[in-house]
């Protein structure tokens, strides 16, 4: 059987090559793994787009100068990268740490109380449909190998694969920080090449693209309709840059400062 080519439907379990079935897992996982770094990469992106321009908006609006809004986007930018990066890491490795524990606890039970283990496997395969008789042979079967009995127990009481316990935390710190710094520098970008006043709307309407970008790629993996998701998170970009843009404005009359005039 081709490693590269899928069997035809309704070919026979007995029939699967074991070299095709390991090929084929790896790449399920690697795929598996390699959304989970495109998650990261798009709420890092996304936060930093929606962030810096509701900063560099409502900065705009509160002064309609150019150099307070550099200074403010920028600042709220690299704030941002090591924030995103640094509660990523923590997070990551935190959740990391605690997975490892209860791993622990799991594998100290099926060592030292391996009929309870048992029990529970039996239990929990019987809630998913298997009947009785049948769940508990197969758990009988799964404990007589204390390794895969772990590995189950572990899948199916904890909700846990390996892979939960085994990223990278500092990879996904330096995937959310990258992306939101990237994100960030859109809606700097119209103020430094544009005059202020129609660099806030360059501002908005460049953040607004590539959101819409964003929503369109994340629909290749989420399988929804391309035009709905890019108009979500466009939205979602829209009124944070007006949001600001409008508070911003109101700020000087509410602190009893002159308007700025563009």
Do not use: C, N
Not at 35 to 52: M, N
Not at 135 to 160: N, Q, R, W, Y
Request: no cysteine.
């Amino acid at each position: 059987m081709d490693a590269l080519q899928s069997p035809p439907a309704g070919t026979p379990a007995a029939d699967f090559d074991p070299e095709w079935l390991r090929a084929h897992l790896t790449e399920e996982r690697r795929k598996a793994s390699l959304l989970g770094e495109i998650r990261e990469a798009i709420f890092g992106a996304q936060d930093g787009l929606v962030s810096t321009l509701a900063v560099v908006s409502t900065v705009a609006g509160a002064s309609a100068q150019r150099f307070p809004v550099l200074i403010a986007g920028i600042a709220a930018g690299l704030a941002g990268i090591f924030s995103m990066a640094a509660g990523e890491y923590m997070s990551s490795k935190s959740q990391r740490e605690i997975f490892e524990a209860q791993i622990a606890g799991e594998r100290e039970e099926v060592a030292e109380r391996p009929g309870e283990a048992e029990a529970e496997m039996a239990y929990m395969l019987a809630e998913d449909g298997l009947p009785r008789h049948q769940a508990s042979a197969m758990a009988a079967t799964i404990a007589e190998h204390p390794d895969v009995l772990l590995k189950t127990m572990v899948e199916k009481e904890l909700g846990l694969t390996g892979d939960d316990a085994e990223g990278s935390p500092m990879q996904g710190a330096m995937i959310m920080g990258a992306s939101f710094g990237i994100g960030a520098m859109v809606p700097v970008i119209p103020y430094l090449l544009l005059p202020i006043g129609t660099a806030i709307w360059g501002a908005l309407f460049a953040t607004g693209g590539v959101l819409f970008g964003i929503g369109v790629l994340k629909s290749r993996w989420t399988q929804r309709p391309w035009l709905r998701s890019g108009l979500e998170i466009l939205l979602l970009g829209a009124f944070a840059g007006i949001a600001g843009f409008f508070f911003g404005s109101l700020l000087p009359t509410l602190l009893g400062v002159p308007p700025a005039t563009v």
